[in-house]
Antibody, heavy 122, light 107 residues
Framework: EVQLVESGGGLVQPGGSLRLSCAASGFTFSAYWMHWVRQAPGKGLVWVSRINSDGSSTSYADSVKGRFTISRDNAKNTLYLQMNSLRAEDTAVYYC???????????????WGQGTMVTVSS | DIQMTQSPSSLSASVGDRVTVTCRASQSISSFLNWYQQKPGKAPQLLIYAASSLQSGVPSRFSGSGSGTDFTLTISSLQPEDFATYYCQQSFSTPQTFGQGTKVEIK
């Protein structure tokens, strides 16, 4: 079964750090670009970051640039999000998602994890 | 960044109704537009990609149309399991921005 399972969420104080993990199974993880998307309580979806298939290229939303780092270990089939200098506004459910080219040149997020909750509060 | 604006933000409809949700991009995105469905407490699920292509396993009552800046998601006959929030997303450029969502509620 194709699956993504996030872990690592929890309660952290403002200014603290957390590392999220996303374990992939059922597909060739190393062949796909991967993304993190977050959703604050009661709010909409917000793209956070993406990494290409071999980890050589990354991109970030302006709101997290310089604080968050996306990475991957293709040998372990795992995606990571290192979050530093956390703020209250980073409180959200964090989803990892697989980017799939479903039609030549057209991509979408076809597989999502169940999400992991990050709460930044003192 | 490309801004995506959905309308309405919410709507009430009955089972069997035809429902239309609109998404507008702040600049032309050709057909690089995807639609997702999200139910409470669950991860989003892909419904439509490339503006009008139905994702495998998605019922045929869902359809998408449009290109350039204006797009539409249509549910031809609303079913009880379709009550959810729907999001559009542009995949034309990074960041791949989402619309603010349209909540479809029971009338």
């Amino acid at each position: 079964e194709v699956q993504l399972v996030e872990s690592g969420g929890g309660l952290v104080q403002p200014g603290g750090s957390l590392r999220l993990s996303c374990a992939a199974s059922g597909f060739t993880f190393s062949a796909y670009w991967m993304h993190w998307v977050r959703q604050a309580p009661g709010k909409g979806l917000v793209w956070v970051s993406r990494i290409n298939s071999d980890g050589s290229s990354t991109s970030y939303a302006d709101s997290v640039k310089g604080r968050f780092t996306i990475s991957r270990d293709n040998a372990k089939n795992t995606l990571y999000l290192q979050m530093n200098s956390l703020r209250a506004e980073d409180t959200a459910v964090y989803y990892c998602a697989r980017e799939m080219e479903l039609l030549l040149g057209y991509d979408a997020f076809d597989i999502w994890g169940q999400g992991t909750m990050v709460t930044v509060s003192s | 960044d490309i801004q995506m604006t959905q309308s309405p933000s919410s709507l009430s409809a009955s089972v069997g109704d035809r429902v239309t949700v609109t998404c507008r991009a702040s600049q032309s995105i050709s057909s690089f537009l995807n639609w997702y469905q999200q139910k409470p407490g669950k991860a989003p699920q892909l419904l439509i990609y490339a503006a009008s292509s139905l994702q495998s396993g998605v019922p045929s009552r869902f359809s998408g149309s449009g290109s350039g800046t204006d797009f539409t998601l249509t549910i031809s006959s609303l079913q009880p399991e379709d009550f959810a929030t729907y999001y559009c997303q542009q995949s034309f450029s990074t960041p791949q921005t989402f619309g603010q969502g349209t909540k479809v509620e029971i009338k």
